[in-house]
């Protein structure tokens, strides 16, 4: 497995290995590694001939320098797990290397669906995002990048960029990876106290709380956030941001609960702030939609 630090050496080897072994799977991630990363690499290795693993904390997406300083790195053990997954490179840049002047000239922004949500409670996040992923794609050619449905809006907003900036992209999603008792897995759990972490689990019930209501047809979309709402205000370490119920492809909230949808939470809980979200359809319309 081969370790890589340079953009120039970056996109040679994407060109090179296009050329010679055909297509090529990339895994953009923040490093710290887990089960739902490496999930992804499982997905990437069953459908082309090259993986390619970046690993890259982007100082752009974070609003809080504390939020940043505490993100773990342990870059290490990241190309241990890498390698035993069968990834063929790995990408990790310093940030010198991705963003020689500082702060970019040029930046991506990604319109209205990066203003709700995560968009609203973190400004500038997914212009971040938007920046480093479309940088990643510029330096990786045509190619599959694989995105875990655990950050959902973000995955909508790279389908976005894609597809108004015509990218050689196929962007695919993959499903949330779960501990059993609910939690979805995150690279911000390593973080939370064992207290915490029993907490955390209010986020993925309060999902299914929602989903429950979703599924006796409830067509109230207020009325199923409330349910969501009621089950994280119900754990003191718990506290808030929202619960929504919007459209899988806008995040919009609908009027009335008619097709299936997206349920997404958001709370901090410690000093650590965790998002999630669940597929929900009536039972009427078979069988509910769960990742």
């Known amino acids: 497995m081969e370790l890589i630090a340079e953009k120039s050496a970056f996109r040679a080897l994407c060109e090179s290995r296009r050329r010679q072994a055909g297509t090529i799977g990339l895994v953009p991630t923040m490093g710290a590694l887990h089960e739902g990363h490496l999930s992804l690499v499982r997905f990437a290795r069953a459908a082309n001939d090259f993986i390619v693993l970046s690993v890259f904390v982007n100082p752009l997406q974070f609003q809080e320098d504390a939020d940043l300083s505490a993100y773990p790195r342990d870059l290490e053990s990241d190309v241990k797990a890498a390698e035993a997954e069968g990834v063929d490179a790995v990408f990790a840049p310093s940030v010198e290397e991705m963003y020689p002047l500082g702060e970019p000239a040029v930046t991506v922004r990604p319109g209205r669906l990066a203003e709700i949500l995560e968009g609203r409670a973190r400004p500038g996040h997914f212009e971040g995002v938007a920046t480093v992923v479309a940088k990643l794609f510029s330096l990786a050619g045509a190619c599959r990048a694989y995105f875990g449905e655990k950050d959902y809006q973000q995955l ?26 609910g939690l979805a897995l995150s690279s911000r759990n390593r973080r939370l106290s064992e207290r915490e972490r029993k907490a955390a689990t209010a986020l993925s019930r309060a999902l299914v709380a929602g989903r429950r209501s979703v599924e006796r047809q409830v067509r109230d979309p207020e009325e199923v956030e409330r349910a969501m709402r009621a089950v994280l205000e119900d754990e003191r370490l718990v506290e808030p941001d929202y619960a929504s119920v919007g459209d899988p492809a806008t995040l919009e909230r609908p009027v009335e609960i008619a097709a299936p949808v997206r349920l997404l939470v958001a709370a901090r809980v410690g000093p650590v702030r965790l998002i999630d979200n669940m597929a929900a359809a009536s039972s009427a319309r078979g069988a509910p939609l769960i990742s």
């Open 156 to 181: 909508l907003v790279v389908r976005g960029l894609v597809a108004d900036l015509e990218l050689p992209v196929e962007v695919v999603g993959c499903p949330v990876v779960r501990e059993p008792d």
